[in-house]
């Protein structure tokens, strides 16, 4: 257990759609930071939270958005769901200092 | 935003030792070097962190010369379960530059 907690850590769903993925960060950490990962692809970077306020973004597209709240857990809305969206959804989370990030198990996306 | 290169892919045996190098020319003063490795739809667990020289830890060193344009992460007497992907990433960490994963190093163990 990294100490990042992701859920759903599976979902389903039709095109169309809007899905929320939550993520609660480590423990003390007060960056979180989401990824999409689809097959055989690599790490995309999508948006940075630190402390409640955007920090960095990165190829997010309109039809997502995230937000981190007062507690510090943070959700990644996705809408206007399409097949292409269908991937893994990594949270990770570290403090402003050295160590890296820490990273969650994922949620793992599947549009039908 | 400094851009890394590694290999694309490498293959060794159990026992042996393998050397991944990262080559970052572009790399800024202020900038550390962070290795990650990932099994399959698993997220990126962190390996080992550097700025300069030599850093070693539990499962890995990190080896970075002095011009610090390149670094390589040694993994010793290889196991099959070391068997994954090893992304290298520059920049400073929480400055939110170190975000971009590159395409990572495929490493296969095999027996």
């Known amino acids: 257990d990294s100490g990042v907690t992701q859920t759903p850590k599976h979902l389903i769903t039709a095109t169309g759609q809007r899905v929320t993925l939550r993520c609660s960060p480590r423990s003390g950490d007060l960056s979180v930071y989401w990824y999409q990962q689809s097959l055989d692809q690599g790490l995309q970077f999508l948006i940075q939270?630190?402390?409640?306020?955007?920090?960095a973004k990165g190829n997010i597209l309109e039809r997502f958005s995230a937000q981190q709240f007062p507690d510090l857990h943070s959700e990644l809305n996705l809408s206007s769901l399409e097949l292409g969206d269908s991937a893994l959804y990594f949270c990770?989370?570290?403090?402003?200092?050295?160590?890296?990030?820490?990273f969650g198990s994922g949620t793992r996306l599947t549009v039908v | 935003l400094a851009k890394t290169t590694q290999p694309i892919s490498m293959d060794s045996y159990e026992g042996q030792e393998v050397n991944i190098t990262c080559s970052h020319n572009n790399i800024a003063t202020n900038d550390y070097i962070t290795w990650y490795q990932q099994f399959p739809s698993q997220g990126p667990r962190f390996i080992i962190q550097g700025y300069k020289t030599k850093v070693k830890n539990e499962v890995a060193s990190l080896f970075i010369p002095a011009d610090r344009k390149s670094s390589t992460l040694s993994l010793p007497r290889v196991s099959l379960s070391d068997t994954a992907v090893y992304y290298c990433l520059v920049g400073l960490p929480g400055a939110g530059n170190m975000l971009t994963f590159g395409g990572g190093t495929r490493l296969m163990v095999k027996p």
């Open positions: 939270y630190y402390n409640g306020e955007e920090r």
């Open positions: 990770a989370s570290s403090v402003e200092a050295l160590g890296g990030y820490t």
